[in-house]
């Protein structure tokens, strides 16, 4: 492949190629490069993004699947070429690279995997500070979202257990190529000071899931399957429905459904 050789984007990987330069370094000025020596961006394409990463004083390592992208990455960007990662994000293990180490995470997402990558990154989130890129605006708008909220939902809690979201801006369709049918949005993810949480996280997850598949039911209704006391469930907290309820109150909840389980 020559240098100049276009990389032709593939619907079946979700490829919207940014080609606006100026968008490219604002989604890059958006991490602060402190507290992690690299960072790793998914999907990089044409590396439009890849650039503006390479000057920052920090390690720069890529994930791309699409065999073309990775011939044009190493051939055009001859300094990252040793750090050009051909996998697939959500099945490979990170850690055969990063050793444990913290690292960052930035990228123009692929719409139809970015809640997958995001439920990977919370998996992973004691080694990940922080966490930055491009979604379809609707999905950044709900990861960031507040309770109260018709977009308020299992993304939203579960992110923000741990991690404060911020909803940076919205990207237009025409700075794509091919453009998207959507407006993009980009939002940034710093790791709470405190991500450890209280009450059992496997049950939190469990119990956000399960009142959010029935959000028009009170948590009284929705929660059933965990056969609590009437004892509990007479507490005022089960006559909301799960949209109403903040971070802090799913934790609260969480740990009065664990100690009516385990007494």
Do not use: W
């Not at 507290?35 to 990463?53: F, R, S, W």
């Not at 390690?59 to 791309?64: A, C, L, Q, S």
């Not at 025409?174 to 996280?201: A, I, M, Q, W, Y």
């Not at 909840?253 to 389980?261: A, H």
């Amino acid at each position: 492949m020559s240098k100049d050789h276009q990389v032709k984007a593939k619907k079946h990987l979700g490829q919207h190629f940014l080609n606006d330069e100026s968008v490219a370094e604002k989604i890059a000025n958006t991490l602060s490069f402190q507290g992690y020596k690299h960072v790793l961006e998914i999907g990089p394409g044409m590396g439009v993004l890849t650039k503006y990463l390479l000057q920052k004083d920090t390690i720069t390592h890529v994930i791309e699947i699409d065999t073309e992208s990775v011939e044009y990455l190493k051939n055009n960007y001859l300094n990252l070429a040793n750090r050009v990662i051909e996998q697939d994000f959500l099945k490979f293990d990170l850690n055969l690279v990063f050793n444990n180490e913290p690292f960052a995470i930035i990228g123009n997402y692929p719409y139809n995997i970015s809640t997958q990558i995001v439920f990977k990154t919370l998996e992973m989130r004691d080694q990940i500070p922080e966490f930055s890129g491009m979604f379809q605006k609707e999905v950044a708008q709900r990861i960031c979202s507040k309770e109260g909220s018709k977009v308020y939902g299992i993304l939203s809690v579960l992110t923000q257990a741990f991690y404060h979201a911020e909803y940076l801006f919205t990207v237009p369709p025409h700075v794509f190529n091919p453009p998207p049918k959507v407006d993009s949005g980009v939002l940034l993810l710093k790791r709470k000071e405190n991500f450890t949480l209280p009450c059992d996280e496997t049950l939190l997850f469990k119990v956000v899931k399960t009142g959010f598949q029935q959000r028009r039911k009170t948590l009284r209704n929705s929660l059933k399957t965990f056969n609590l006391s009437d004892n509990l469930k007479a507490n005022s907290i089960f006559d909301k429905r799960p949209e109403q309820l903040s971070v802090q109150e799913f934790i609260e909840l969480t740990l009065l459904i664990e100690n009516d389980i385990n007494p």
